[in-house]
T-cell receptor
Framework: SQTIHQWPATLVQPVGSPLSLECTVE??????LYWYRQAAGRGLQLLFY??????ISSEVPQNLSASRPQDRQFILSSKKLLLSDSGFYLC?????????????FGPGTRLLVL | DAKTTQPPSMDCAEGRAANLPCNHS???????VYWYRQIHSQGPQYIIH???NNETNEMASLIITEDRKSSTLILPHATLRDTAVYYC????????????FGAGTRLFVKA
């Protein structure tokens, strides 16, 4: 069976500090991978998605970046965090099945920038 | 891009059926209707999806109208643990398979 891991679970960082959040998927090959952010009490905002190693698409302009160095590893980074980067960050994976694309989410990382 | 409309919140008594509506009047012929839910402080969880026919699994039933412009998610016997935000989504096949999560319906199951 497939599992998705995210770490850390919670993170408190000062403004201007760097960020690295990691997501890994087990039990599948060549998944689509996604990073979402959720502000408190709000819906999910798609940040990045990837259909393969080294292939990253960005949905919104921001000071965040994503990388996919390995097939089942997806990393979210920032060189300098802003207060507005606080939120709940979710990684998800899916199979490439066209309109029938079910996404499976990780447990999330709660980031607080102070 | 098809979009969905859901009521912001609903209440349901424990043990009763919870019926969550969703409008998706601009859905295209090859787009599926998906339902996810998000329990507080957790990642969203897939519930069910369908194209034209009604679907049922161990978690819920999905009723899609004949014109496919709306659907209803049914939790047959709601429990307190079903309190969550429920998202109705129409899958987008636009390369990269982007799924848009709106605000959803916040379901409160009360004892």
């Amino acid at each position: 069976s497939q599992t998705i891991h995210q770490w850390p679970a919670t993170l408190v960082q000062p403004v201007g500090s760097p960020l690295s959040l990691e997501c890994t998927v087990e039990g599948t090959s060549n998944p689509n991978l996604y990073w979402y952010r959720q502000a408190a009490g709000r819906g999910l905002q798609l940040l990045f998605y990837s259909v393969g190693i080294g292939q990253i698409s960005s949905e919104v302009p921001q000071n965040l970046s994503a990388s996919r160095p390995q097939d089942r590893q997806f990393i979210l980074s920032s060189k300098k965090l802003l207060l507005s980067d606080s939120g709940f960050y979710l990684c998800a994976w899916s199979f490439d099945l066209g309109p029938q694309e079910t996404q499976y989410f990780g447990p999330g990382t709660r980031l607080l920038v102070l | 891009d098809a979009k969905t409309t859901q009521p912001p919140s609903m209440d349901c008594a424990e043990g009763r059926a919870a019926n969550l509506p969703c409008n998706h009047s601009t859905i295209s012929g090859n787009e599926y209707v998906y339902w996810y839910r998000q329990i507080h402080s957790q990642g969203p969880q897939y519930i069910i999806h369908g194209l034209k026919n009604n679907e049922t699994n161990e978690m819920a039933s999905l009723i899609i109208t004949e014109d496919r412009k709306s659907s209803t998610l049914i939790l047959p016997h709601a429990t307190l643990r079903d309190t969550a935000v429920y998202y109705c989504i129409v899958s987008l096949n636009t390369g990269g398979f982007k799924t848009i999560f709106g605000a959803g319906t916040r379901l409160f199951v009360k004892a």
